[in-house]
Structure formats: structure tokens, C-alpha cells
């Protein structure tokens, strides 16, 4: 079994920043990839940024130039800077994990973006 858990989320205003992140533990083997989706409210789940085991990133289109995945191999962890926050960005924001094994989603944290 893979466990995520997800930190980082909160309430920021517009233009503020906000770093997510997101750490496996459990049965992990080999990671294939990382990511971040999010949901706002009656909208489906979307991408927001993907990050492979080889390095290579991938990015919403909405979000590109803002908001920046990495990750640290060592800790098994996941970070997403989300920069120039938008109140459009307001949503939960699910951390996702896919081994050979298969994939799993933590819990979901929270961003708001307001004055």
C-alpha cells in the first residue's frame, strides 16, 4: 500500500504564493511519475502539472509560467509552487502517485484564493 499526504494548502490573496507538498510512504517501488490535479467546485478534476521519473514536466495550460512541480527522489516527495495566484487556482488540490504497482491520490488540500 502507497500513503500520500498532502500539506501546504490554505488561504492566500490574489497575486500571493503557496507551496504544496506531498509525501509517499508505504510499498512505493519504483516511481514513475508524480503529479498534482485539482477540482473546484462543478468543475471536473484537471492537471495542473506532472513531473516522470526522468525529470520531465508537463503543465496546464492555464497554469504554465506560474506554478513549477519538482521533486526530491530521496524523500520520495512532491512540491508545487504556485505563484501569481489567481482566484480562478481556488480549488482542492489532489496529489497523485503512479508506480508499477498503480496509482493512488491522497486526500486533497484546499486553496483559496481571495481578498
Known amino acids: 500500500q502507497v500513503q500520500l499526504v498532502e500539506s501546504g494548502g490554505g488561504l492566500v490573496q490574489p497575486g500571493g504564493s503557496l507551496r504544496l507538498s506531498c509525501a509517499a510512504s508505504?510499498?512505493?517501488?519504483?516511481?514513475?511519475?508524480m503529479g498534482w490535479y485539482r477540482q473546484a467546485p462543478g468543475k471536473q478534476r484537471e492537471l495542473v502539472a506532472g513531473?516522470?521519473?526522468?525529470?520531465?514536466?508537463n503543465y496546464g495550460d492555464s497554469v504554465k509560467g506560474r506554478f513549477t512541480i519538482s521533486m526530491d527522489n530521496a524523500k520520495n516527495t512532491v512540491y508545487l509552487q504556485m505563484n501569481s495566484l489567481k482566484s480562478d487556482d481556488t480549488a482542492v488540490y489532489y496529489c497523485?502517485?503512479?508506480?508499477?504497482?498503480?496509482?493512488?491520490w491522497g486526500q486533497g488540500t484546499q486553496v483559496t484564493v481571495s481578498s
Open positions: 508505504g510499498k512505493i517501488g519504483s516511481i514513475e511519475a
Open positions: 513531473i516522470f521519473s526522468g525529470g520531465r514536466t
Open positions: 497523485n502517485i503512479a508506480t508499477k504497482r498503480g496509482t493512488t
